[in-house]
């Protein structure tokens, strides 16, 4: 059996739609700000609370400039933030 990849200070989050996800890993400080974790609600409410790896429900591209935002702190994002790069 084949053992995941395990980066220290990282949570493996798939992200993307249908059949096209892709693990993306997202630092334990970037988990915690606002914007993740209302896609991370968004998506439990459409994939319901699962074991195993985190999913949501997001453009690739999208998510990962979220991330890039807020790991330079230039990101300031509210809740139509959030709907409009989960609505791609």
Same mark, same amino acid.
């Given at each position: 059996m084949k053992e995941a990849l395990k980066v220290k200070g990282y949570v493996p989050v798939l992200v993307g739609k249908g059949e096209d996800m892709e693990r993306i890993h997202v630092s334990i400080k970037a988990i915690h700000h606002p914007t993740i974790v209302e896609l $991370?609600? *968004?998506s439990a409410h459409e994939? /319901?609370? *699962? *074991? /195993? $790896? $985190?999913? &949501?429900?997001?453009?690739?591209? @999208?998510?990962?400039? &979220? &991330?890039?935002?807020? @790991? #330079? #702190? @230039?990101? &300031?994002c509210d809740l139509s933030c959030v709907i409009c790069f989960f609505s791609k």
């Open positions: $991370l609600d *968004q994939y /319901g609370h *699962q *074991q /195993g $790896l $985190l999913r &949501i429900k997001c453009d690739t591209h @999208s998510f990962k400039a &979220i &991330i890039d935002r807020i @790991s #330079k #702190k @230039s990101i &300031i």
